[in-house]
């Protein structure tokens, strides 16, 4: 079993950055892959990005590609979401997630998930 914890969220203003952190505790931590997604008030929860346990396979929407880096620390058992030039439409409540079944964008596929941060970003 893994629980996740992530922070890292806060009020940034349009242009701007924010870097996630997501710690996962448990002994095999390091081999599941991981995975972004977010809410926003009003809408259904989406994909963000996804990373496997070893960090060769990453995929992102369309929507953050070229602008949010995943990246994961096995020694520290903590994936990261680098968030740059942030856009008002990036405002969510973000969640990371874990399942052993491999790098997904769907959250059916994912066993743990994190608290959620709130990620704001102002105009």
């Known amino acids: 079993q893994v629980q996740l914890v992530d922070t890292g969220g806060g009020l940034v203003q349009a242009g701007g950055s924010l870097r996630l952190s997501c710690a996962a505790s448990?002994?095999?931590?390091?081999?599941?892959?991981m995975g972004w997604f977010r809410q926003a008030p009003g809408k259904e929860r989406e994909f963000v990005a996804t990373?496997?346990?070893?960090?060769?396979?990453?995929y992102y929407a369309d929507s953050v590609k070229g602008r949010f880096t995943i990246s994961r620390d096995n020694a520290k058992n903590t994936v990261y979401l680098q968030m740059n030039n942030l856009k008002p439409e990036d405002t969510a409540v973000y969640y990371c997630a874990a399942n052993l079944r491999g790098a997904s964008y769907s959250e059916v596929l994912y066993d743990y998930w994190g608290q959620g941060t709130q990620v704001t970003v102002s105009s």
């Open positions: 448990g002994r095999t931590a390091s081999s599941y892959a």
């Open positions: 990373i496997n346990s070893s960090g060769a396979r990453i």
